[in-house]
DNA sequence: TAATGCGGGAGGA
DNA sequence: TCCTCCCGCATTA
């Protein structure tokens, strides 16, 4: 294929830095575009103001849900679907998707982040609310300078159970840092199924690290199940439980053993295991099969009857080795959940005004990471991504990781900044471009029209119009720079947290209770730059 | 045991 | 009135 037009978009999982995903689309002679590398579908906002549902491939970079022009509480969603998106674990931002009704992940309504039924008085719609992030309260750093995030359970109990809990590594309490990506309250998706269709859109931005995907959260404890049922661990334990009684009054200096005394069962020995033991692979299987990771999106279309020659070969993510952090970057982190669409802006294209519920507001610097009001959402960050349980086992704690080729630490990396160890802010500057965010506050969503060449990272949206090649940028790897890198002078379609935070009133006291509790200090420098080297991303253990 | 979905209810705009 | 979240309960894995 010759490569006439080609787009990059370089898209914050989190939206503060926690992961990067690169995308290459070619347009070749015929005008037909394709994602090289198989990307999963990226997500736009596109121009709905188009008289057509469709837009064109080769200037707009959307997922078929994004395409058309539809909203979940529409009386009549678009019917004859005939091409379908790709499941998306992580979804982030005001995106919207339409999955085959065949999907088992669709079905189950599943989400990487931590969501949970919300009552929206609609038993055609099935609304959850996000639950946030479980961090330390302490914000202990990690063997990696990372953050422990556990996810939220989900069940209230469970949940109030869980924050009960001491943190694994430092032994401090365990806090629950809430979702107020959506206009101060949680990011809400919803579910809508329509015969062979099942309607997913999402509203918000989450505001706070990924906690542990629901797979990796089950797969952790099916590895604890199997490895405490094994003889062989009943013999490390006891070892471990006599290293524990000669340690236990050394303060907290042996994390992974002073946490016996305050971590429960399953998490525990979880611990134990996979920090002193690492156990083997295992096999990550909660979302169903390989399909949420498969190729599903290729171009030009992916249909309910025929099958992509690109989804039927095993897994890509299936024996890919997985960076202790968990970031998925660079151009073989699409193999993995692939889910971070990227959210485009036109900027040729002026916010209408006439929807009464947007605000529309400048922000300076990046919508996420640079505002004071936020100290505390700016500790978190890309080295807060890293799983918890990830980065308290250490490099041994996934058998394969040993794989992964270190990248020495420089803070002279281009994504780093040491003045956000927190998140990655784009390019160093006195004095960052202002941001105009649009903020939706009905149930209506805004969406834009989407220019392809663009890259969001973070939460700005930069300009890659002059990457050359796809090949340069594949062998460049994940720390490719983007020197061209610049932030569009208009507006995103998403409110970023920040954006709230800056804008909205001043959140409920619970809220802002809750939240000045959260205290988090500073990073290690290097601990971005060290894992955003890692090309793969370990998603669901698929290996 | 926890996840999930449903429904009642309270509170705010 | 509408929309939100909280809570309890039943079902399911």
Same mark, same amino acid.
């Given at each position: ?15 503060? &830095? ?39 491939? /080769? ?10 022009? $539809? ?18 674990? $992580?979804?982030? &931002? ?18 990487? *982040? ?20 479980? %961090? ?54 919803? $579910? ?22 629901? /797979? ?35 303060? &907290? ?57 690109? +989804? ?13 952090? !968990? ?8 193999? &993995? ?11 040729? #294209? ?5 929807? /009464? ?9 990046? +919508?996420? !990471? ?17 799983? !918890? *349980? ?77 990457? +050359? ?17 610049? %932030? ?38 290097? #601990? ?16």
């Amino acid at each position: 294929m010759l490569v006439s037009e080609m787009c990059v978009t370089v898209r914050d999982a989190l939206g503060n &830095g926690e992961a990067l995903l690169v995308e290459v689309k070619a347009t070749d002679q015929l005008g037909q575009t394709a994602q090289i590398c198989g990307l999963p579908p990226p997500i736009s906002h596109c121009n709905m103001s188009k008289a057509s549902d469709q837009f064109d491939d /080769s200037d707009c970079v959307c997922s078929f849900g994004m395409k058309l022009t $539809w909203d979940i509480n529409d009386p009549k969603l678009p019917q004859d679907i005939k091409q379908y998106d790709a499941f998306q674990e $992580w979804t982030d &931002g005001y995106v919207r998707f339409i999955y085959t009704a065949e999907d088992k992940n669709a079905q189950r309504h599943l989400s990487g *982040w931590a969501m949970r039924n919300t009552n929206n008085h609609n038993c055609q719609i099935l609304k959850k609310s996000c639950l946030g992030v479980v %961090v330390c309260s302490r914000g202990c750093a990690l063997v990696d300078g990372s953050k422990l995030t556990l996810r939220p359970a989900i069940c209230d109990k469970a949940r109030q159970k869980q924050q009960k809990k001491l943190c694994p590594n430092c032994s401090s309490a365990l806090e629950l840092v809430p979702c107020r990506g959506h206009s101060g309250y949680p990011v809400t998706n919803f $579910w809508r199924s329509e015969g062979k269709a099942i309607f997913f859109q999402a509203k918000g931005v989450h505001d706070h690290p990924r906690p542990e995907s629901k /797979s990796e959260t089950e797969a952790r404890r099916s590895a604890v199940k199997r490895r405490v049922s094994s003889p062989h661990f009943s013999q490390k334990k006891r070892l471990m439980e006599s290293e524990a009684g000669r340690y236990h009054d050394t303060g &907290g200096h042996f994390p992974n053993i002073h946490h016996l005394s305050c971590m429960d069962g399953s998490e525990r020995f979880s611990i134990i295991a996979e920090s002193n033991f690492p156990i083997q692979a295992q096999h990550y299987a909660s979302f169903q099969n390989a399909e949420p990771y498969k190729f599903a999106y290729d171009a030009p279309s992916h249909t309910a009857d025929t099958t992509s020659p690109l +989804q039927k070969p095993s897994n890509h993510r299936l024996y890919v080795p997985r960076p202790p952090c !968990g970031y998925e970057f660079a151009v073989p982190s699409y193999l &993995g959940s692939g889910s971070y669409p990227a959210i485009y802006k036109d900027s040729s #294209s002026p916010q209408p005004e006439s929807d /009464s519920g947007k605000v529309c507001a400048q922000l300076n610097g990046s +919508q996420h !990471g640079m505002s004071p009001l936020n100290v505390h959402d700016r500790s978190y960050d890309a080295a807060n991504k890293h799983h !918890g *349980w990830k980065q308290i086992l250490g490099k041994g704690g996934y058998g394969e990781r040993s794989e992964y080729s270190p990248v020495p630490a420089n803070s002279s990396h281009p994504y780093h900044n040491s003045e956000y160890p927190c998140r990655y802010t784009g390019p160093a500057s006195a004095t960052p471009p202002a941001l105009q965010t649009i903020i939706t506050t009905t149930t209506k969503v805004s969406y834009q029209p989407c220019k392809p060449s663009v890259v969001k990272y973070g939460d700005n949206i930069y300009d890659v119009k002059n990457l +050359q090649n796809c090949s340069s940028l594949l062998e460049n790897g994940p720390v490719a720079s983007y020197p061209e890198l610049k %932030v569009p002078e208009d507006a995103g379609v998403i409110k970023s947290a920040l954006a709230y935070q800056q804008e909205a009133p001043p959140p409920k006291t619970e809220r802002a209770e809750s939240l000045d509790s959260y205290r988090y200090p500073g990073y290690c420098s290097n #601990s971005y730059s060290e894992r955003i080297a890692h090309p793969f991303r370990y998603e669901n253990g698929e290996y």
